[in-house]
């Protein structure tokens, strides 16, 4: 079927008109963009690097900044032509589009423009195919994840492109782009890696009105203005009255080289100025020189002509016909239209029309008064009309200057539209214009909601915040106003205070809870969940909610039942009631398997982490993980991969952790979220500790950097924790002792120092500080017999192991350790602890019955690539009288986390497109690593692949 249908946005080709001066006002525009690239050949030869890459196979992507007029657009113009783009490795095909200021609220505009000529996306995926169709409103359906249309976007772009042919995409204006555009077309950037694909994004800087492009993760090309020899070079060039050498140089100086002032501020000066025989302004200022030049121009014009300037400046569309029916309803004729053509402010392509620099546009819409501005919007609505209901929407909510019920029910309706597709800070810019223009107070609220709701779920957590407080001030409706509550008390449980939240949870829940049972047990459970991890505001649910929540009712839901067991769970949990808290958990687990819900799977895989039940936590993560990945809701998935790394480090391989960590690094990097890599970049440079890899010190520097730009929210405690056992881990390798014990003894959180248990008794023992370790064995004392877990149960031995003064006692404290680890799945600890006792063995002269320990312990060590611990065990069973057997680790411990997710895959049996749907990459980044697999590993074949153990 064909992918694009007549649309009601901008045709394709339009974006060659944005900022490209038509032909009747051709001279000034082709001179400029000409005349624009003196001095510009460093950055022309970057730019031309960048294809030449992709012509290698290689895709690449580079954001161009600089401030109005310094000439991005030209220097994209001139990458784009024909001559740059032809050269050895085959005719480069050229997509375009750009950024238009008045189409932010319209998701998708500047992506269906981009994506327009690639007439077909069957090929494709069906998820992403239909998640494109429905944001393109081709298509009716559920609601679309936003990061599934940046997949689709990526397999667009790269299915278009072939060695023989690369793909240069050319992105324009970019500040201006609406943020769903925006967001898909950064995800396909960042996830570029084995295609001929090459993306180029130009943007403003220093926008007075707040609105920057700086994408993290890609890399910058600063344009700065000209130096001195090309800015008088482009001076001497631009015809008109000469200028004066003292002029020019003046002129030179204090533009900064930027071409478009060079060539517009002179268009206000006097011959005598010019001539350097009166003296010039005291300030030349530069963007407000230049607005300024273009307004005076404006305003020299006739009546007609202005108000068209303004329509063009108003109006979103670029197309002539919309235009110009607007204008004749203010009273424009032809002679309006001629008079600004021939003014070179106005330009004319076609069907399509636009004005002549952005600085024109935002000159003459600035300048215009409030009452101009309404009638214009006015008139736009009425030329747009049905054919495009949300653009008309838009201008009707511009016209309006007061409450206005019917536009707001339709900016409801526009709101509810983009949500559908996908494109959520659309979505919260309606709501939000709904309830300004709303008098009714529910309605209002409902409106202030849905805009938080959209707000926080595009990233935007500090408004999100500011909506849904203003909402909750005006809600009456007490399910309502839970609602509102728990999105309060998510939004501080990420970027705010998990005390406060935990405050907001217990009132709602309590609060709500003769009225609807579900929310009650969702926030209670969510409440218990964040007193149980140390966030206790001291808040209660009170003895008679708390026994209501927890009494089971006939008409409960599978998904109640779970709810409420957990909340037994976690109650019992917070009151370090550890015999009542494991049977409870054991339950909500078995519980929750008949239950699909995200939310209700990610707080079991919470309360599972905490107790330590580690099968519970895997399985939950994984599902959450597996469930998300299929509806393509990649934050999900980031969400689950972070927490299951965590699962996974106990229970081994590490390899499976590795990749958890890299996959939730490399996602949250691909959509922007630097916040989200510093629990995958924590549990990364623990890896590197622990198996002596030299990435320790660059991933710890990374982490650093993010820690202290970005709040971390939720994640602070982990991160910090995990920090401090990796600094531990790679102290303890190198023999410092004290400075083990310092890290160690730093780590907070509940979970995580259970977790890490043997290394942190172990370095408190070797760095002499017994009294340390003795108060961890009591805590674990108090912990251990409740749960009954093996691993915990192990630890509590091996702690008394190492602290006892008897060395029969000792013997038989490690004995008991080992028997428990050997049934409690984690390999690790155990073979920390075999260490341990073969240590102590060989020590007291039991050198024959330590190699017992030490050789199990040497093999556990070699297969999890720890290398330090390998040095250690063997220099210990060298001690013992025995020598050390070489043994070579696996194989599969040479490849990338990448690498190794993709051979797994393919051994399963999936094909290379099959795979890289599952990994969200284009099929050549997936035979590009298995290219790698193939040769690391030492197979010709998949077959061969399939015979490898990958657990």
């Known amino acids: 079927m064909a992918f694009f249908g007549e649309s009601t946005l901008r045709r394709a080709g339009q974006h060659s008109a944005v900022n490209v001066p038509g032909r009747r006002a051709g001279r000034p525009g082709r001179r400029y963009g000409r005349l624009v690239l003196h001095g510009r050949e460093p950055e022309r030869a970057r730019l031309g690097a960048l294809v030449d890459q992709a012509r290698a196979g290689i895709g690449g992507a580079l954001v161009v900044l600089g401030e109005p007029g310094v000439g991005k657009s030209a220097l994209l113009r001139d ?253 424009v004729d032809a002679a309006g239209w001629d008079g600004a053509e021939r003014a070179g402010l106005l330009t004319v392509t076609g069907d399509v029309v636009a004005v002549r620099h952005p600085l024109v546009r935002s000159a003459v819409y600035q300048a215009a008064t409030s009452y101009e501005q309404r009638q214009v919007h006015r008139a736009l609505a009425e030329a747009v009309g049905v054919d495009d209901p949300d653009r008309a929407t838009w201008h009707r909510a511009a016209a309006a200057d007061g409450p206005d019920a019917e536009v707001a029910a339709a900016l409801h309706d526009v709101a509810d539209r983009a949500e559908q597709r996908g494109g959520h800070v659309a979505a919260a810019d309606a709501f939000e214009r709904s309830a300004e223009l709303t008098e009714n107070e529910t309605d209002r609220a409902t409106s202030l909601f849905g805009a938080g709701r959209t707000a926080w779920a595009a990233g935007q957590a500090l408004r999100a915040r500011a909506l849904a407080s203003g909402a909750r001030d005006v809600a009456v409706d007490p399910l309502q106003r839970a609602d509102i509550d728990r999105l309060r008390a998510r939004i501080e449980v990420n970027v705010g205070s998990a005390v406060d939240a935990h405050r907001i949870f217990t009132v709602a829940a309590r609060t709500v809870a003769d009225h609807d049972t579900g929310r009650a047990l969702e926030m209670a459970c969510a409440a218990a969940l964040n007193r149980t991890y140390g966030a206790d505001s001291g808040a209660t649910l009170g003895d008679e909610v708390l026994a209501k929540l927890l009494a089971p009712s006939s008409g409960d839901t599978e998904r109640t039942t779970c709810l409420r067991l957990l909340l037994g769970a976690l109650t019992a949990c917070g009151d370090q009631d550890w015999d009542g808290a494991v049977p409870a958990l054991a339950l909500a687990l078995d519980a929750g398997r008949h239950v699909e819900d995200l939310d209700v799977m990610g707080n079991l895989g919470n309360t599972a982490l905490h107790l330590g039940h580690d099968e519970g936590a895997r399985f939950y993560y994984s599902a959450m993980e597996s469930t998300a990945r299929e509806a ?37 990097r691909s959509v922007g979220q630097p916040t989200l890599t510093a629990a995958p970049l924590a549990c990364m440079a623990l890896l590197a500790a622990l198996t002596g890899s ?102 509590l031995e091996l702690g008394r192991a190492l602290t006892a003064t008897d060395p029969a006692a000792s013997t038989a404290a490690f004995e008991r350790a080992v028997a428990h680890y050997r049934q409690a799945g984690r390999p690790y600890d155990l073979a920390r602890t075999q260490l341990a006792f073969g240590e102590f063995l060989r020590r007291t002269n039991r050198r024959v019955d330590s190699r017992t320990h030490l050789r199990p312990a040497l093999e ?92």
Not at 221 to 231: R, S
Not at 647 to 664: F, N, Y
């Open 632 to 668: 393509g809701a990649g934050m999900v998935v980031v969400y689950a991969l972070e927490r299951l790394m965590f699962a996974q480090l106990p229970t081994g391989p590490w390899t499976a952790a590795l990749s958890s960590a890299d996959e939730a690094l490399t996602l949250a």
């Open 79 to 331: 990458l784009s032509t024909l001559g740059r783009l032809s050269g050895e490795g085959g005719h480069v095909r050229v997509l375009r589009t750009a950024g238009v200021e008045s189409e932010s609220p319209l998701p998708y505009a500047a992506l269906l423009r981009l994506l327009r000529p690639l007439a077909n996306v069957d090929h494709l995926p069906r998820p992403q195919a239909r998640a494109l169709r429905i944001a393109f409103g081709l298509e009716d359906g559920p609601a679309v994840e936003p990061f599934l249309v940046g997949v689709a976007t990526l397999s667009v772009l790269t299915d278009a492109a072939e060695p023989a042919h690369p793909l240069l995409v050319v992105v324009d204006d970019a500040h201006w782009l609406d943020s769903a555009s925006a967001d898909a077309l950064l995800f396909a950037a960042r996830q570029l890696a084995a295609d001929p694909v090459a993306m180029v994004f130009a943007a403003r800087t220093g926008d007075p009105a707040g609105r920057e492009f700086a994408p993290p993760g890609l890399p910058t090309l600063q344009l700065d203005g000209l130096d001195g020899t090309a800015a008088r070079q482009l001076l001497d060039e631009r015809g008109g009255d000469p200028l004066s050498g003292e002029v020019a140089e003046r002129l030179v100086r204090e533009t900064g080289g930027n071409p478009l002032a060079l060539l517009e501020l002179p268009t206000g000066l006097s011959p005598a100025q010019l001539h350097g025989q009166a003296p010039l302004p005291q300030r030349l200022a530069l963007t407000a020189g230049v607005e300024r030049a273009f307004l005076d121009r404006c305003r020299r014009l006739p009546q007609g002509v202005q108000t068209l300037l303004l329509v063009a400046a108003a109006d979103a569309t670029g197309r002539v016909a919309t235009v110009r029916q607007a204008a004749a309803t203010l009273g």
């Open 860 to 951: 556990t060590f070699t297969e999890l690539g720890a290398v330090p611990l390998v040095e250690r065990a063997s220099q210990e069973l060298r001690a013992s009288g025995e020598t050390a057997r070489k043994r070579d680790p696996s194989t599969l411990l040479n490849l990338t986390p990448m690498e190794l997710k993709v051979a797994h895959l393919v051994s399963t049996g999936l094909s290379n497109k099959d795979v890289a749907a599952q990994c969200w990459v284009s099929p050549r980044t997936v035979a590009f690593h298995l290219r790698n697999v193939f040769t690391k590993v030492g197979v010709s074949s998949r077959t061969e692949l399939a015979q490898l153990d990958f657990n």
């Open 694 to 795: 030299d990435d320790f010190d660059r991933h710890l520097a990374s982490l650093e950097e993010v820690s202290a730009r970005h709040p971390l929210g939720i994640m602070a405690g982990p991160a910090h924790d995990v920090t401090r056992w990796a600094k531990g881990a790679r102290a303890t390798a190198q023999g410092e002792t004290a400075a083990a014990l310092h890290h160690l003894s730093g780590m907070r959180v509940p979970a995580l120092h259970r977790m890490a248990a043997v290394d942190r008794l172990e370095a408190a023992v070797r760095a002499g500080d017994t009294n340390q370790a003795r108060t961890w064995v009591e805590e674990l004392a108090r912990f251990a017999p409740g749960t009954g877990y093996a691993w915990a149960l192990g630890a």
